[in-house]
C-alpha cells in the first residue's frame, strides 16, 4: 500500500439485514483520528429484495453525504446460523456494490481483526468495543447503538492497518 494522504475520511459500515452501522472518521495520520458523525440505517420490510434495495439506496446516499477515501466493510460473523450469515453477507455485497459504484475503494477485516485492533482482544464483548470507540475517539458518551460502534470500530482498525504499514 502506498504512503497515505493525510487527512482522510474512512466509513466503517457494520452490514445487517434489518439495521446496517456507519460511522465516519478523519484520519489525520499516526493515532489521530476525529469522529465525523455515526448512525444507523434501519431498513424497513420483511421482502429480503426490498431491504437490499433499500440498504443499497441509503448506503449510496451516505457515501454522496460523506464523500470516503476508503470504505471499511465488516466481514460477516458464522456464529448464529447458515441462513442469518447469508443474509448479513447479502446487506454486505450491496454496502461494497455502491461503494464500486462511486469508484470508492474497500477494505474488510474480520470481527476477531476489528476487536483486537481496538481493544487488545479478539473475542471482546461488544461493550468492551463500545468503551474503547468512546475513549479511542474521546466522546463523552458510548456510541449507541452498538452497530454504530461496531462501524467506529472497523474504521479506527483500518487506521491502525495503515499505521502498520508504513
Given at each position: 500500500?502506498?504512503?497515505?494522504?493525510?487527512?482522510?475520511?474512512?466509513?466503517?459500515?457494520?452490514?445487517?439485514?434489518?439495521?446496517?452501522?456507519?460511522?465516519?472518521?478523519?484520519?489525520?495520520?499516526?493515532?489521530?483520528?476525529?469522529?465525523?458523525?455515526?448512525?444507523?440505517?434501519?431498513?424497513?420490510?420483511?421482502?429480503?429484495?426490498?431491504k437490499?434495495?433499500?440498504?443499497?439506496?441509503?448506503?449510496?446516499?451516505?457515501?454522496?453525504e460523506?464523500?470516503?477515501?476508503?470504505?471499511?466493510?465488516?466481514?460477516?460473523?458464522?456464529?448464529?446460523?447458515?441462513?442469518?450469515?447469508?443474509?448479513?453477507?447479502?446487506?454486505?455485497?450491496?454496502?461494497?456494490?455502491?461503494?464500486?459504484?462511486?469508484?470508492?475503494?474497500?477494505?474488510?477485516?474480520?470481527?476477531?481483526?476489528?476487536?483486537?485492533?481496538?481493544?487488545?482482544?479478539?473475542?471482546?464483548?461488544?461493550?468492551?468495543?463500545?468503551?474503547?470507540?468512546k475513549?479511542?475517539?474521546?466522546?463523552?458518551?458510548?456510541?449507541?447503538?452498538?452497530?454504530?460502534?461496531?462501524?467506529?470500530?472497523?474504521?479506527?482498525?483500518?487506521?491502525?492497518?495503515?499505521?502498520?504499514?508504513?
Amino acid at each position: 500500500m502506498s504512503k497515505a494522504k493525510v487527512p482522510q475520511v474512512f466509513l466503517g459500515i457494520d452490514p445487517g439485514s434489518r439495521v446496517v452501522g456507519w460511522g465516519a472518521l478523519r484520519w489525520h495520520g499516526g493515532c489521530r483520528v476525529s469522529l465525523l458523525d455515526f448512525g444507523c440505517l434501519k431498513v424497513r420490510s420483511d421482502e429480503a429484495a426490498e431491504k437490499l434495495k433499500q440498504i443499497y439506496r441509503r448506503v449510496l446516499e451516505l457515501l454522496t453525504e460523506i464523500r470516503p477515501d476508503a470504505v471499511i466493510v465488516e466481514e460477516v460473523f458464522y456464529g448464529k446460523s447458515f441462513q442469518s450469515a447469508l443474509r448479513i453477507g447479502e446487506a454486505r455485497g450491496v454496502c461494497i456494490l455502491a461503494a464500486a459504484e462511486k469508484g470508492i475503494p474497500t477494505f474488510s477485516y474480520s470481527p476477531a481483526e476489528v476487536k483486537t485492533a481496538v481493544t487488545g482482544n479478539g473475542r471482546a464483548h461488544k461493550s468492551q468495543v463500545q468503551a474503547m470507540v468512546k475513549q479511542l475517539l474521546g466522546l463523552s458518551e458510548v456510541p449507541q447503538p452498538e452497530d454504530a460502534a461496531d462501524a467506529l470500530a472497523c474504521a479506527l482498525c483500518h487506521t491502525h492497518r495503515l499505521n502498520v504499514e508504513r
